[in-house]
């Protein structure tokens, strides 16, 4: 008998265990997902023009291909001014060139090897860019063992 | 308690998911990308890298670099596809004691299973940093023709990696899951899986609640790289047609068109024409060269017609493997990011006569579900917690007979809002309570659940007195409404017992007579809502007049009473437009009377209630806004 009753009293105690777990639960999903929402929409702010301005990258590869084709200096020169403009309206919104230069060590969370062995950069090949911190596309390189 | 996460390891790109809040959702990983790719090497300076980094070094170290693991995952090395895929890998493979594949990394050698549990330990450490707390469980899926010994090796890989394997679950089913299919009894699904590198078809037939897979097929070599190449071959011979020259020993340039030709195609989605645009492609004797292109989707699907008409008599194929015939297929499902070109979706469309899914991004489908079959393992104690929600709105009655909604209709419950209302009429000492529900505008065409007075209001003026009306929906659907004067604390309450208990069709008929009157009764209320407006407007204009005393000009006193009496002839109208120009006309004209007083002090610097004055103006001003939510009163 006495077991019995034991046994009656546990199982709302048990319950009531189960419903508080829920609870805490439910409370805390909701302040998690608050604070991962504040994250996501600072984050959305951040990276919401990221297609764009990843679109933008090849124009400005273009540029540069214009820059080292062209002989005439004058349209060099107005080609180099439009190319800083656009340079410039993308840093506002967070864009930032990787800094490389030839003879540097290779660096995979950084570059990306398009040819060639051994770990001394040759070549950039195009340039890389992080928006606000995130790496949007590496520098390409050409790899070698000595400049 | 730790999530379990749902992975989908894949041969070229894995992505990872979890159900947060009752809701599937990918995890980014640390470089902020929805997949990985599934990618491991030893770097030139001796680390250990996984996923982009591996990609991004990959030409350079091509020998330590290990992709498309998946391949050899639980395999014997005399297998004919190991044999054919050890032909292109670029690193060293050998076979094992036990007669399975090592792979050569570095110095060492390792079983396909380290390889890949080196991915899952990337996905693993990145999903942990996302969701901030310690993952220890997963779900992986696999493919549906993988076999006990694949799949043991893909479970080692997990618990190598330091996760406990839950359950390893077929690609399909994932898929089927993520869209709910597991629970449509005696159906037959077929999951079409188009990606990057492979195509994979199955047929699941779906008994209670068990997902069988019935048969299974595909080709481990076609995929949507396929696609590239082709468009990428084709701008190369024409470019060599129209300009003479040839782009296939350029590296750069071929770099450049590939990326064209992947935005290309993209683009080809969804319009019928692209523009390929890359200038200064090479530099040819006489200057520079330019790429111009135009490519239809036309000739792209030209292009890859052989592809679909053969991912089409695969699953042909397949169907007739599971004994069934295409018009027995209930539903189909499309993975993989293929699955995005049209062309495709409307082979597989006329193929079945019928719509596929596609609501889930296909490329993160498998791992939504798996995510899913995660949860259901997870959420014992959440399945018992079944939140409700309210069929219809609950409000009360205000001004001019408007209901009032204070809980929205579908607000999950339990629940709780309150409102601050206030008196229709100066010196009213109490309120009515009108409780409704329903989805009209105007309070008579809604269900009265109760009604209750609160009086003992402190005489004021009206609009001063703050009422604060409470509505407590419990999870039973036990509605409690208070209604509380803030000045004199006195409060009153009424609980409603059946306020959800509403039969399905009852529900289904108040909102469908909602919609059907929803712009009549718009109409009605905005026309109340300018009533009460104008009410208000002629209530502060009398007040200022009757402030301002003698002291007003009486050409401004006249005019102010003209406009009045225009509003009021228009009370008993229902012309909504001209109850608005009069209000705006008597609105402009009430607002001179503070300027013209306050000239007027200046005139005479003596004077002085001219402060109080203002101040009484201030007042009339925030009456006339607040008289929107008054409370309609009944006067005691």
Known sequence: MKEKDSDKEKKPEAQAEEYLAGWKRAKADLENYKKEETQRLDSVRKFACESLISEMLTVLDSFNFALTSSKDEDTKKGVLMIKSQLEEALKRSGLEKIEVKAGDKFDESLHEAMEGDGDKILEIVSEGYKLNGKLIRAARVRLGDSL | ?636
Request: proline share 3%; hydrophobic share 35%; aromatic share 4%.
């Open chain 2, 1 to 636: 308690m730790s999530k379990i996460i749902g992975i989908d390891l894949g041969t070229t790109n894995s992505a990872v998911a979890v159900v947060d809040g009752g809701d599937p959702r990918i995890l980014e990983n640390v470089e902020g990308n929805r997949t990985t790719p599934s990618i491991v090497a030893i770097s030139k300076a001796n680390e250990r890298i996984a996923g982009l980094l591996a990609k991004n070094q990959a030409v350079t170290n091509p020998a330590n670099t290990i992709f498309s693991v998946k391949r050899l995952i639980g395999r014997k090395f005399s297998d004919k596809e190991v044999q054919e895929d050890k032909k292109w890998f670029p690193f060293e493979i050998r076979e094992a004691g036990n007669g399975g594949v090592e792979i050569q990394m570095g110095d060492n050698w390792h079983k396909p299973e380290e390889i890949s549990a080196m991915i899952l330990a990337k996905i693993k450490t990145d999903a942990e940093a996302k969701l901030g707390m310690k993952v220890e469980e997963a779900v992986i899926t696999v493919p549906a023709y993988f076999d006990d010994s694949q799949r043991q090796a893909t479970k080692n890989a997990g618990e190598i990696a330091g996760l406990k394997v839950r359950r390893i679950i077929n690609e399909p089913t994932a898929a089927a899951l993520a869209y709910g299919l597991n629970k449509k009894a005696n159906e037959k699904i077929v999951v079409y899986d188009f990606g990057g590198g492979t195509f994979d078809v199955s047929v699941l037939e779906v008994g209670d609640d068990v997902v069988e897979v019935k048969a299974t097929g595909g080709d481990t070599h076609l995929g949507g790289d396929d696609f590239d190449k082709r468009i990428n071959e084709y701008l190369v011979a024409e470019y060599k047609k129209q300009e003479g020259i040839d782009l296939s020993g350029d590296k750069l340039a071929l770099q450049r068109l590939k990326e064209a030709a992947e935005r290309a195609k993209h683009e080809l989605s969804s319009s019928s024409e692209t523009e390929i645009n890359i200038p200064y492609i090479s530099a040819g004797e006489s200057g520079p060269k330019h790429f111009l292109m135009k490519l239809s989707r036309a000739k792209f699907e030209e292009l890859i017609a052989s592809d679909i008409k053969r991912s089409i008599d695969i699953t042909e194929q397949v169907i007739q493997d599971a004994g069934f015939s295409k018009g027995d297929i209930n539903e189909i499902v499309m993975v993989g990011g293929q699955t995005r070109t049209p062309a495709i979706f409307n082979a597989v469309k006329e193929y079945f006569g019928k719509e596929p899914h596609r609501g889930i991004n296909p490329d993160e489908v498998v791992a939504i579900g798996a995510a899913i079959q995660g949860g259901i393992l997870m959420g014992d104690v959440k399945d018992v917690l079944l939140l409700d929600v309210t069929p219809l709105s609950l409000g009360i009655e205000t001004m001019g007979g408007i209901s009032t909604k204070l809980i929205e209709k579908n607000t999950t419950i339990p629940t709780d809002k309150s409102q601050i209302f206030s008196t229709a009429s100066d010196n009213q000492t109490q309120v009515e309570i009108h409780v409704l529900q329903g989805e009209r505008e105007m309070a008579a065409d809604n269900k009265t659940l109760g009604r209750f007075i609160l009086d003992g209001i402190a005489p004021a003026s009206r609009g001063m007195p703050q009422i604060e009306v409470k509505f407590d929906l419990d999870a039973n659907g036990i509605l409690s409404v208070s209604a509380k004067d803030k000045a004199s604390g006195k409060e009153q309450s009424i609980k409603i017992e059946a306020s959800t208990s509403m039969d399905k069709a009852e529900v289904e008929r108040l909102k469908q007579e909602a919609a059907a009157h929803a712009e009549e009764d718009k109409k009605k209320r905005e026309l109340i809502e300018a009533k009460n407006m104008a009410d208000g407007l002629v209530y502060t204009a009398k007040k200022a007049v009757s402030d301002a005393g003698d002291k007003l000009d009486s050409a401004l006193k006249a005019s102010v009473e003209e406009k009045i009496k225009a509003v009021e002839a228009l009370a008993d109208k229902s012309d909504l437009d001209a109850i608005k120009k009069a209000s705006e006309e008597l609105s402009a004209e009430t607002a001179k009377i503070g300027p013209a007083m306050q000239s007027a002090k200046a005139d005479n610097d003596q004077e002085p209630s001219t402060n109080n004055q203002e101040e009484e103006n201030k007042e009339g001003d925030s009456n006339s806004e607040e008289s929107k939510g008054e409370e309609r009163g009944k006067q005691g």
